[in-house]
């Protein structure tokens, strides 16, 4: 259990349909319709191993982060706000905005189902609306991808891409399906 969020259960321990009745049961604010003039900065910074930043010091509260998460969202132009239905203020992202730091797996080949929770408490059923993508660094080491929500994304972490690869390594071409999706791990 998550000291923060009780509600949230260990991925391991729980079965699909758990993970897909808490999902059902999440709201998250409505973003996407709150329109307000952009008021200027946040003074706010997502490092790239997922470490919220304000004014250059490292947000102290997990629970204050998971509560920006929330208001977190892209913008048209590919930047990133905090919005609210009364402001919106710009927020650095270095790379994704959020960490893929748990996947679970249920089912085999064609029917198999991989649910992820990130290091904000997003649980995320990878598929056609949340895929996976995997891209290349400058030095050629995978960057493994999670589409989490409008355009939010978390980059998956090395235990978790190399769970997932030990997983994907059993098919060939190397891949892995979830939902009815086919996400390939090879070039």
Known sequence: MDP???DLPDLSQSSLADIARLLADRKL???????????GDSD???????????????LGRPAMMK???????REPDGSFVLVTPAEKLSITVEDAPFIAVEVTSEGEGEQRTLAFRTNVDDLVIAGPDNPLRL????????????????????????PTFYQLA?????????????????FAFAD
């Open 135 to 158: 891209t290349r660094a400058p030095d050629g080491s995978p960057r493994p991808y999670l589409h989490v929500r409008a355009g939010l994304e978390a980059l998956v972490n090395r």
């Open 44 to 58: 706010m910074r997502i490092a790239a191993d997922g470490t919220w930043f304000y004014r250059g010091t490292p």
């Open 4 to 6: 923060i969020r009780p």
């Open 67 to 73: 509560l920006f998460a929330t208001v977190l969202r």
């Open 29 to 39: 604010p409505p973003v996407e319709k709150w329109n307000p003039a952009h008021c």
């Open 166 to 182: 030990d997983w994907a390594l059993d098919c060939d071409p190397p891949g892995l399906w979830s939902k009815g999706a086919w």
